[in-house]
């Protein structure tokens, strides 16, 4: 039974792939999430929703953004709604609050995602509070074995926030290290805190 359960999931996600999933069903499995029977499908299920219904379903992608029960869940969430769907500024303050790395993110599933999606939301338009929360992560990190790394994701998301393309973030520039680069940018993003400060 399993089997065969865990059959139909990946041909769901195949169908959320290739566009084949028509509306109709769409909505039946949106139904499904909304009254709790999803069980231990529901990233696969939000997954599909959000593939093949698009933003018309951000309402319910949104309710998720905080989800403890599942980290990887809440990940997703950020994912869709500030990368593919570019509405991130809507939620920055769920987005802020999973910057402060909170304790259920035990696998920092939900923490990287909101990294990355407070990039894009800067990308998309100035938030101070987002470009703070980035700036202190990329400058003190949060005092653990892997900071070097999330230090690391949170330059980056930085840089895209200020209109790095992927090219500039996969090959830094000619005999420039990726510590100067940083120290850089850091200083870039310090300069725009304080131009938006002396703005009226």
């Given at each position: ?11 769901l ?19 499904a ?50 990368g ?87 090959s ?29």
């Amino acid at each position: 039974m399993a089997v065969a359960h865990d059959a139909h999931v990946r041909q769901l996600i195949a169908r959320a792939k290739d566009g084949t999933i028509p509306s109709q069903e769409v909505k039946e499995i949106a139904r499904a999430i909304s009254e709790g029977r999803a069980g231990r499908d529901l990233y696969w299920l939000l997954y599909a929703v959000a593939r093949a219904g698009g933003p018309a379903y951000e309402p319910l992608i949104a309710t998720y953004l905080i989800h403890p029960e599942d980290p990887e869940v809440s990940g997703l969430a950020v994912q869709v709604l500030t990368g593919h769907w570019r509405m991130g500024a809507k939620y920055s303050k769920q987005i802020l609050e999973l910057l402060g790395s909170p304790e259920w993110d035990l696998s920092d599933d939900a923490f990287v995602a909101a990294v990355s999606g407070a990039g894009a939301i800067l990308h998309d338009g100035f938030d101070a509070e987002l470009l703070r929360a980035l700036l202190k992560l990329a400058e003190e990190g949060r005092g653990e074995y892997n900071d070097d790394l999330m230090q690391r994701f949170a330059v980056e998301a930085i840089a895209r926030g200020l209109g790095a393309g992927h090219a500039e973030l996969t090959s830094l520039p000619e005999g420039v290290t990726r510590a100067e680069w940083s120290q850089s940018l850091l200083r870039a993003a310090r300069d725009r805190l304080r131009e938006a400060a002396r703005q009226p």
